[in-house]
């Protein structure tokens, strides 16, 4: 219903009266806002602005004050309209006032539930007691829907150098190795670093004749095989001998369960030659006098036998050997493998190092076969100035299951060093808790060579296919198949039995001793020799070179945990290849001269025990042929 001006200015006015506001606004308000209602709520918000502008100014009044006394507050704003707070939470408005200012769109039914929830969360903060609940059934109804048979996989890749991939590698680099025609004389000029700044020459001062009375004899017993047997025990045993002054009894040989060689001692060296070279220094008698062995009715177990531990002082043996020696007259020391130490006064070491390198030498049968085979590696060898390679390699079918190395033969080969290892080490593998891991093994260098690997190395290093190599080892483990590479590389490989013939060979067949002593002789003259793995052979072998050579052990030792690494490799390059090896060896070549250290084994580094140190003019007059 519409009413005429007049009545709604009265209504007007009627409508904002107890609004303290100027009379020229509110008629202003009035004719603008014809709406009463409008009109209304107009004021009420200019009044609420006022009032929050007076409470302003009264706070800052506050801040300002410093009588220290409080100011009265200002007076609390007006409530606001009733209407207004109604039209505000319905989110709508008188349309021409404030136009679409409040409005909001209509909420879902998912909006309005999430917020029922949210809702009583809050209020009823209890509830989240609960959620730890609600999540675990969540999740046991989650796996209760998941198949458990299906379960991924991860598969992770081994370690470098933990897995046998050199046929794959061999494969890879072959083309690039046969096409490879930058090698020359390397034999000629291996050996760069020889003899820089001097070398050494043999100096194993001989006494005068005339040793004082005996103080008894000492009887040792020695076990293992050649090069245990030739150290730990022959020359140590002189040590003692000349040490103690007393009488040595030849030592005596076990019949070892592994070695199974009957040999004695004349059988394998020159007894005549090694009691002539002691005789000033140590009384060597090859039997003991029927007065001694009647005190003890002829009965070596009679005697009373001393139990020395392993690398004893060569004190204990003047404290604790000689007084019973003295009393008994005859003494017995079994075992005596390692049972003196490496270190002692320079008299100890002195008998060493003539026992090892002038007193030692093999007997005339074996001595006499070894060198033909030596001239007959130089004749093949014309082509290189009769310069050849060693190679001692240790691939036997004991040693590979004795590494616990796993190689590419599969089941057939698991089957085989089983049955190896219970045969040779009964249980000794197989022991509850003992836990064994070949790609740890072979990432820290513990793993045997394989004919493969040492080809491979070697023509890395810069030996064509005219080397003539000498392969000092025993019986190879399937050895169709592992040697083929090998043979392809080096055609002109030899062997104690390509080299000899069948009855040459008789003589010294099933005596691994007498074998030994064959190979040991053949790589001490070769221009180079590799050791592919550890153990008394090689480590007495590069003594025996360096004594020979001027102090230089002309030994390639490589790095076979680096090795490893490289033959993991199948990516690898040719040149990337090559250079590497070339290092390795370069560093044979610097560590090929090496002195002695404490702890360190004598037969090994000779220098300066058994050697004199000279200028390098004096040197290149004095050195051997190899």
Not at 197 to 222: F, H
Not at 400 to 418: H, K, L, T
Not at 457 to 478: C, E, H, P, W
Not at 483 to 512: H, I
Request: charged fraction near 20%; charge should be positive; aromatic fraction near 10%.
């Amino acid at each position: 219903m519409l009413h005429p001006p007049h009545k709604r200015a009265s209504s007007c006015s009627h409508a904002i009266l107890g609004f303290s506001t100027s009379p020229l606004l509110l008629q202003t308000f009035c004719q603008r806002n014809t709406n009463i209602h409008t009109v209304r709520e107009a004021l009420v918000l200019e009044r609420e602005r006022e009032s929050l502008i007076d409470r302003d100014s009264m706070h800052a009044y506050n801040r300002l004050s410093t009588s220290g006394h409080n100011s009265p507050s200002p007076p609390p704003s007006p409530l606001r309209s009733p209407r207004y707070n109604n039209n505000r939470n319905r989110g709508g408005g008188r349309p021409g006032r404030f136009p679409g200012a409040n409005q909001q769109q209509p909420r879902s039914l998912a909006q309005r539930l999430a917020w029922i929830i949210l809702s009583v969360l809050l209020r009823r903060q209890g509830i989240f007691l609960f959620a730890p609940l609600i999540y675990i059934s969540g999740m046991l109804l989650y796996m209760g829907s998941v198949s458990l048979d299906v379960v991924p996989s991860i598969k992770s890749r081994p370690p470098p150098g933990s897995v046998y991939r050199s046929p794959q590698v061999y494969r890879k680099l072959r083309p690039e190795m046969d096409a490879d025609n930058s090698s020359s004389d390397v034999l000629a000029m291996v050996w760069k670093h020889a003899y820089k700044g001097g070398g050494w020459r043999p100096c194993v001062n001989k006494t005068l004749p005339g040793l004082p009375d005996s103080n008894g004899y000492i009887y040792v017993e020695a076990n293992g095989g050649l090069n245990q047997q030739r150290t730990s025990v022959i020359c140590n045993a002189v040590a003692v001998a000349g040490y103690l002054n007393a009488t040595l009894v030849i030592p005596n040989f076990h019949y070892h369960s592994i070695w199974r060689d009957p040999s004695k001692f004349n059988d394998i060296y020159d007894e005549a030659h090694f009691i002539s070279t002691l005789k000033s220094d140590v009384r060597v008698v090859d039997k003991l006098p029927d007065f001694i062995m009647e005190r003890f009715d002829h009965n070596m177990s009679n005697v009373f036998n001393f139990k020395i531990k392993a690398w004893a002082p060569i004190k204990y043996y003047k404290e604790a050997v000689l007084p019973k020696l003295l009393e008994e007259q005859f003494i017995r020391i079994s075992p005596f493998a390692n049972r003196l130490s490496n270190d002692g006064p320079p008299a100890v070491q002195r008998l060493r190092c003539l026992a090892n390198f002038e007193a030692l030498r093999f007997s005339n049968p074996i001595a006499t076969f070894a060198d033909n085979l030596v001239a007959r590696m130089k004749e093949h060898s014309s082509k290189n100035s009769g310069r050849y390679i060693s190679v001692h390699l240790r691939f036997e079918e004991d040693m590979v299951a004795f590494s616990c190395c796993i190689f590419d033969g599969g089941e057939q080969e698991r089957i085989d060093m089983d049955a190896a290892r219970e045969k040779g080490w009964r249980g000794k593998f197989t022991k509850p808790g003992r836990v064994i891991r070949p790609g740890a093994i072979r990432t820290n260098g513990k793993c045997p060579l394989t004919p493969l690997e040492v080809g491979l190395m070697l023509r890395g290093m810069g030996f064509d296919n005219s080397t003539s190599i000498y392969l000092a080892s025993g019986k190879i483990y399937n050895s169709e198949k592992y040697m083929a590479p090998l043979l392809e590389m080096f055609p002109l490989l030899e062997t104690k039995e390509t080299l000899a013939s069948a009855e040459e060979l008789a003589p010294f067949m099933n005596y691994s001793s007498r074998m030994a002593a064959i190979d040991y002789t053949v790589c001490l003259h070769s221009e180079v020799f590799v050791t592919t793995q550890g153990g008394n052979f090689p480590h007495f072998l590069i003594g025996h070179r360096r004594y020979l050579f001027g102090g230089h052990s002309r030994t390639i030792k490589p790095d076979k945990r680096k090795l490893a690494i490289l033959f993991d490799n199948p990516n690898n390059g040719w040149k990337s290849f090559k250079r590497q090896m070339l290092t390795i060896r370069s560093h044979s070549d610097a560590k090929g001269i090496e002195n002695k250290r404490p702890n360190d084994s004598i037969y090994t580094y000779p220098c300066p025990d058994c050697m004199c140190h000279i200028n390098r003019t004096e040197n290149l007059k004095s050195l051997p042929d190899p």
